[in-house]
C-alpha cells in the first residue's frame, strides 16, 4: 500500500474581532489584547446580552474580485471570501496557477438566518394602519425584495464564491454542523489529498454569531451576562465563568501535497499530521461524559502516527460554558496528561463554524513564533476542569507539536494535529 503523502500549510489568512489579516491578528494575541466590547448594533435596545466579538474596520472590497460579486454576499460570505483570498495570496495562488481539476474548496459554514435590516422595506410595504398584515408578505416580498436575496445566504456560497473566483473546479464542498465545521472541512480537505483526488485545497470556516435574527433564535441561556466588563466576559475553564461570548470572524487556510508545494517553491509552514472525531449525542436526557471529546483526541494521534508525550500545546474548544468546559478539560486530562492549554475564545468569543479555523491559524502562527498565545481572564482555577492552563503570559519553548479541539452542541467533536516545518 503506497504512503499517504504528507499534507502541508502553505497560506493562511483571518478575519476577526482582534485583527483583519494574519499580522494584526498575531500582534493581538502577544499582546493579550481581547477584541470583546459592547456590540454598537445593539447599544440602546433592551437585548439581554449586548456586547460581543465585533468586527471592526473591515472592508471587503479590498479582498473580494470580481468586486460585482458583491452584491451577492451577506457579510458573513465576504469575510469568509476574504480570509480565503489572504490565505491564496500568501501561499503564492492565483487563477490559473493550479491545474484547475486538482484544486478545490471546502469551508464549514454557518446556518445564515439573514438580518432583519435586509427585509426593512418589505415589512414597510405590509402595514395596515401601522401593523403587519401578514396576508401581504407574499405579494410585497416578490415585489419589493432583492431578486437575488437567497443567494445572499445559502450556507454553500462561500465555498462557491472561492471555487469561481480561484477557477477551482476540484471537489468543492460546505459542511454545517455548527461548532466543529472548520475541523471537519479541514479534515476533509485532508482526505481530499490523500485519495488523490486534489493537489490544492483551499479549506476553512466563518461564523457570524452576532447576527441579530441569530441572537434572537438562539436566545441568551448560555449567554455570558457580565456587561459591565465585557473584556472578562469569556473565561475559559475558570471557575467564575458564567457563559460564552459570540463573536464574527473566518479563518482560511491553503493546504496542499508536499510534493506539489515543493514543486512550485512555496514557503511551508506547518504540517497537517492527523485528524480524527467523535459523537456523543448531548439531546438525550442521560448526562453527557465526554467520550466524542476523548474519542476525538485518540483518534487524531492514531491517524497522526503521534503519541501523547509530543503534544507541545492543545488549542481547546474552551466555549467558557458551565456544563462543557469540565467535560473538555477532563477529556484533555484522561488522554493527553498535564499538557500546555491554551483557549482563544476568551480573546474574541465564540465564531461558530469559523472557530476551528481561526483557532487553527494561532496555532500555525505559534509554531512558527515558538510562543503560544496566554488564555485571557483565567485567574481561579475550577477543580472540575483539571487543565494545565496557559495564562498571565505566553508559553515559549513548547514541542513544535500541536493539537487543536473543537466541539459542537449536539455532541460532535472533532480535533486536528499540526507539526512546525
Known amino acids: 500500500m503506497p504512503e499517504a503523502p504528507q499534507i502541508v500549510i502553505t497560506g493562511i489568512g483571518v478575519v476577526s474581532p482582534i485583527g483583519i489579516g494574519v499580522e494584526p491578528f498575531w500582534k493581538s494575541l502577544r499582546e493579550g489584547a481581547s477584541g ?15 456586547f460581543g466579538g465585533e468586527i471592526i474596520g473591515f472592508d471587503a472590497k479590498q479582498y473580494v474580485t470580481p468586486r460585482k460579486s458583491l452584491k451577492v454576499m451577506s457579510s458573513e460570505i465576504q469575510i469568509a471570501f476574504s480570509a480565503a483570498a489572504m490565505a491564496a495570496q500568501m ?4 487563477a490559473g496557477t493550479v491545474e484547475p481539476d486538482r484544486f478545490g474548496v471546502v469551508f ?4 445564515s438566518y439573514g438580518p432583519p435590516e435586509e427585509l426593512v422595506d418589505v415589512y414597510q410595504h405590509c402595514k395596515v394602519e401601522g401593523k403587519i398584515d401578514p396576508g401581504l408578505w407574499p405579494e410585497q416580498a416578490m415585489r419589493k425584495n432583492f431578486p437575488l436575496w437567497m443567494l445572499k445566504f445559502l450556507p454553500n456560497m462561500a465555498a462557491c ?13 460546505s459542511i454545517t454542523h455548527g461548532d466543529v465545521s472548520s475541523l471537519l472541512a479541514i479534515a476533509e480537505a485532508l482526505h481530499i489529498i490523500r485519495r488523490g483526488h ?3 485545497m483551499i479549506v476553512g470556516g466563518f461564523g457570524a ?19 459591565h466588563d465585557p473584556a472578562a466576559a469569556s473565561r475559559p475553564f475558570d471557575a467564575d465563568r458564567d457563559g460564552m461570548v459570540n463573536g464574527d470572524g473566518a479563518g482560511a487556510l491553503v493546504m496542499e501535497r ?3 508545494a515543493e514543486r512550485r517553491g512555496a514557503t511551508v509552514l506547518a504540517t497537517v499530521r492527523g485528524v480524527g472525531d467523535g459523537f456523543e449525542s448531548r439531546l438525550t436526557p442521560k448526562p453527557a461524559t465526554g467520550i466524542a471529546i476523548r474519542r476525538s483526541i485518540e483518534n487524531c494521534l492514531a491517524d497522526a502516527g503521534v503519541e501523547a508525550d509530543r503534544i507541545g500545546h492543545v488549542s481547546a474548544h474552551g466555549l467558557s460554558t458551565i456544563h462543557d468546559d469540565p467535560l473538555e478539560a477532563q477529556a484533555i486530562r484522561n488522554c493527553l496528561g498535564d499538557v500546555p492549554v491554551t483557549a482563544l475564545k476568551s480573546y474574541f468569543g465564540n465564531l461558530g463554524a469559523g472557530c476551528g479555523a481561526v483557532e487553527t491559524v494561532a496555532s500555525v502562527l505559534a509554531l512558527q513564533h515558538g510562543e503560544v498565545p496566554r488564555t485571557l481572564n483565567y485567574e481561579t482555577p475550577d477543580p472540575t476542569c483539571p487543565v494545565n492552563v496557559i495564562h498571565g503570559e505566553s ?9 487543536i479541539l473543537s466541539q459542537a452542541g449536539p455532541g460532535q467533536a472533532a480535533a486536528i494535529i499540526l507539526s512546525r516545518e
Open 36 to 50: 470583546v466590547k459592547p456590540y454598537s448594533v445593539l447599544q440602546g435596545t433592551e437585548m439581554p446580552v449586548r
Open 91 to 94: 501561499a503564492g495562488i492565483t
Open 108 to 111: 464549514g459554514s454557518e446556518m
Open 161 to 173: 464564491h472561492i471555487g469561481i473566483a480561484y477557477d477551482a473546479r476540484g471537489p468543492n464542498n
Open 198 to 200: 486534489a493537489d490544492v
Open 209 to 227: 454569531r452576532l447576527n441579530l435574527t441569530q441572537l434572537q433564535y438562539r436566545g441568551d441561556a448560555n449567554l455570558s451576562h457580565r456587561e
Open 258 to 260: 508536499r510534493e506539489h
Open 395 to 403: 508559553l515559549v519553548g513548547a514541542k513544535p507539536v500541536a493539537i
